[in-house]
């Protein structure tokens, strides 16, 4: 029986079975890495302010490649920020426990892969959701768009952080393809950019009409509030480089090189890997070939051909006209990449025509765009980690001393963790990488 003014006793407050969740179940980081990706974990308690609830990594399948003491979560409300430390190379299935109020808990299973330390590892980026980079472009603010010659995606990362993509696009549909254009090199004038597929057969030396397509896209704002809208295709470049070397005397071997049956990546193969236009000109686009040298002998010439009125070409349509072509010697390899900046400065990103280049040597060479002019040397690249040079994100002034070039890695090809399998074929785009790395040019 209660006395007459005293308080009527609280109920016992009654809390709930925590809830937990991952921004992303698959999570990759790299042995010594700066700056790996993290995931969001968002928890909460019926009854509970979420900043009363814990949470930490309590149990780890394989501590040599991250333990329990290698996971940090950090942030009090309800999403928190967590983080993994790698120990080794190899897979790990992370059990995460949030403990609520009243002694309740909940576990979530997090799959995370550690690919292997690198050189320099504090310059290294990891850009994930993709593992085979094969062309960049500066957005400016620190953004680039990157290509990818698996697919049509066009993704648009952080250059100064690991993670996934901010953006995306794809236009295979305005492309009117079904299978990967095979971007390989891109350029930009202005507020347009230009990418080409290889124009090669495929690998077993099949003809993909999807290959032979050359398209543009508009940049609209810069930075992180980049956006592209698809503009025009031309699906006829590698038909027009035939006949016009057939016209001069099958100087290059083009014909040779797209015969059903020829493979792209050999000495006299045809495969396209760098655009970038000529200094001062905003119609003359230099078209870089990977194959084949010239000529096509150990010790031949990188090999660029002038597409003159390229802007016309992709603006109506109209049939490409081709200017003298210019032979550079790269130590007898071939041109990765091609890029400029404004003050008409060059780097060719230069590596092996061959398909199993990754171990194969890389360099990059300055050179000022004119033909007959030799490019210079500025250093050789390593090779003993993962993937291929691939992109040139941008150029800087290269007269300063101690000036940085940001390069990107193909990793399609690479075992990143391990367990034999290729970055290209794992099961989950969180895993898949490619590796941006700054080096010192100027």
């Not at 027009?240 to 001069?248: G, I, S």
């Not at 008409?344 to 199993?356: F, I, P």
């Not at 074929?425 to 898949?432: M, R, V, Y």
């Given at each position: 029986m209660l006395v007459a003014g005293l308080t009527t006793p609280a109920q016992a407050v009654s809390y709930g079975t925590p809830t937990i969740s991952f921004s992303a179940?698959?999570?990759?980081?790299?042995?010594?890495?700066?700056?790996?990706?993290?995931?969001?974990?968002?928890?909460?308690?019926?009854?509970?302010?979420?900043?009363?609830?814990?949470?930490?990594?309590?149990?780890?399948?394989?501590?040599?490649?991250?333990?329990?003491?290698?996971?940090?979560?950090t942030g009090t409300g309800a999403v928190r920020q967590l983080a993994v430390t790698a120990r080794g190379r190899g897979y790990a299935n992370l059990t995460i426990k949030v403990t609520g109020l009243g002694g309740k808990t909940a576990t979530k299973t997090l799959s995370y892969a550690a690919s292997a330390a690198v050189q320099n590892p504090a310059d290294a980026r990891y850009l994930t959701g993709s593992s085979d980079?094969?062309?960049?472009?500066?957005?400016?603010?620190?953004?680039?768009?990157?290509?990818?010659?698996?697919?049509?995606?066009?993704r648009m990362y952080d250059r100064t952080r690991s993670g996934a993509p901010v953006r995306t696009w794809d236009f295979s549909s305005q492309l009117g393809v079904s299978k990967e254009v095979d971007i390989e090199g891109a350029a930009r004038v202005g507020d347009t950019i230009y990418w080409t597929g290889s124009l090669g057969n495929n690998k077993d030396g099949e003809?993909?009409?999807?290959?032979?397509?050359?398209?543009t896209t508009k940049v609209t704002g810069s930075g992180a509030g980049a956006q592209l809208s698809y503009g025009r295709s031309y699906k006829k470049l590698r038909d027009?480089?035939?006949?016009?070397?057939?016209?001069?005397g099958n100087r290059y071997g083009f014909s040779h090189g797209t015969a059903t049956g020829q493979v792209p990546k050999q000495i006299d193969g045809f495969n396209v890997e760098g655009l970038e236009f000529a200094p001062g000109s905003t119609s003359t686009a230099y078209i870089g070939f990977r194959a084949p040298l010239a000529p096509a002998v150990p010790g031949g010439k990188a090999l660029l051909v002038p597409v003159t009125n390229m802007d016309q070409v992709l603006a109506s349509g109209t049939k490409a006209v081709f200017g003298a072509p210019v032979e550079l010697d790269l130590g007898g390899l071939s041109v990765r990449d091609l890029r400029k900046n404004a003050a008409?400065?060059?780097?060719?990103?230069?590596?092996?025509?061959?398909?199993?280049d990754n171990t194969d040597p890389y360099a990059l060479y300055s050179w000022d765009g004119v033909a007959g002019h030799a490019p210079v040397k500025v250093r050789d690249l390593p090779t003993s980690d993962a993937g291929g040079?691939?992109?040139?994100?941008?150029?800087?002034?290269?007269?300063?001393?101690?000036?940085?070039?940001?390069?990107?890695?193909?990793?399609?090809?690479?075992?990143l963790y391990g367990d034999g399998t290729e970055a290209k074929?794992?099961?989950?785009?969180?895993?898949?990488k490619s590796r941006a790395a700054w080096f010192t040019v100027g």
């Open positions: 179940s698959y999570l990759s980081g790299a042995v010594g890495a700066v700056g790996d990706p993290v995931v969001s974990v968002t928890v909460g308690q019926s009854g509970a302010d979420a900043g009363a609830l814990t949470v930490a990594a309590s149990a780890s399948s394989k501590s040599s490649v991250a333990g329990t003491a290698d996971v940090a979560v980079a094969s062309a960049a472009v500066d957005l400016g603010g620190g953004y680039v768009v990157v290509a990818d010659d698996e697919s049509n995606v066009l003809y993909k009409a999807d290959r032979n397509t050359v398209f027009d480089l035939v006949a016009w070397d057939k016209a001069n008409g400065q060059y780097l060719v990103l230069a590596g092996s025509w061959a398909a199993d040079w691939e992109a040139v994100v941008d150029v800087p002034d290269l007269t300063v001393p101690g000036a940085r070039v940001q390069l990107i890695t193909d990793n399609g090809s690479a075992d074929d794992l099961t989950h785009a969180e895993w898949k």
